[in-house]
């Protein structure tokens, strides 16, 4: 007969293990001799390796129980039960290992491909990562927002990085990252973007007006419109400008 040490020795296991099977059901734990001590036998230590074995093999604790107590005829629709649930496990972990290794491209796990393929077109140009960043948070951003409103983005960027003049406008923006708040460039920039914003807000009034005008959520709207403005002074102060011009001119509100 085996002291529980004993046992755990043969069977290739630690006696923490054997007193949890004990605890959760899948062993009997024997009654105290006259010294105090479990004693186990050879049924035990089969059964012991039987458990270890089907749980090296995957087969959830909870499961082992049924298994090892199915009739003959029975235990090949157990297994087979059993398998049927362990490959589902796989997928799922095939699955979160797809997205783990999409997180060394971190942007394709949030976003839409599309999305993802205007960014690299972004990149494409000449954009620093830094700003290609912004316009990724931006992206997310809207889509947090408000459901759907990023494949909007993705249409207008689509349509606007056609355009010489909003390429030159990015260019020269992130040209302008490290420059001071009052450089002649800042001001000459927010002339040019000013009037093509006004474009702009014309444009994707027409075409979809619930998306630029917001009024239900002006702090949304604030939101997207400083993420990353405090980055540079310059951008900053660019912000600020070219609200106040568009201000002059009937927009109201961050654009």
């Known amino acids: 007969?085996?002291?529980?040490?004993?046992?755990?020795?043969?069977?290739?296991?630690?006696v923490r293990t054997i007193r949890h099977y004990h605890q959760i059901g899948l062993l009997a734990e024997p009654e105290r001799d006259h010294s105090g001590y479990r004693r186990y036998d050879s049924f035990d230590l089969i059964r012991v390796v039987r458990i270890r074995t089907l749980a090296a093999a995957g087969v959830p604790l909870a499961r082992i129980g049924p298994v090892l107590e199915a009739e003959p005829e029975d235990f090949d629709a157990t297994v087979d039960e059993v398998d049927a649930q362990l490959r589902g496990r796989i997928r799922r972990l095939q699955e979160y290992r797809r997205r783990l290794r999409q997180l060394r491209h971190g942007e394709r796990l949030v976003l839409s491909e599309e999305a993802c393929d205007m960014l690299d077109l972004m990149r494409e140009i000449g954009l620093s990562e830094t700003l290609v960043g912004l316009q990724r948070d931006a992206c997310v951003l809207l889509e947090t927002i408000r459901t759907g409103s990023s494949a909007l983005w993705v249409e207008w960027q689509q349509r606007a990085m056609a355009d010489p003049d909003y390429v030159a406008l990015f260019l020269d923006m992130d040209a302008l990252m490290d420059a001071d708040p009052d450089d002649p460039r800042v001001l000459a920039f927010v002339d040019r973007t000013t009037a093509y914003a006004q474009r702009t807000v014309e444009t994707l009034r027409q075409e979809h007006p619930d998306w630029v005008d917001d009024a239900g959520d002006p702090l949304a709207a604030r939101l997207l419109n400083d993420h990353g403005a405090e980055l540079s002074p310059a951008w900053l102060r660019i912000n600020e400008l070219t609200e106040e011009r568009l201000a002059a001119l009937g927009y109201a509100g961050p654009v």
Do not use: D, E, N
Not at 3 to 14: G, K, M, N
């Open 1 to 14: 007969m085996l002291t529980i040490s004993q046992l755990a020795t043969y069977a290739s296991v630690t």
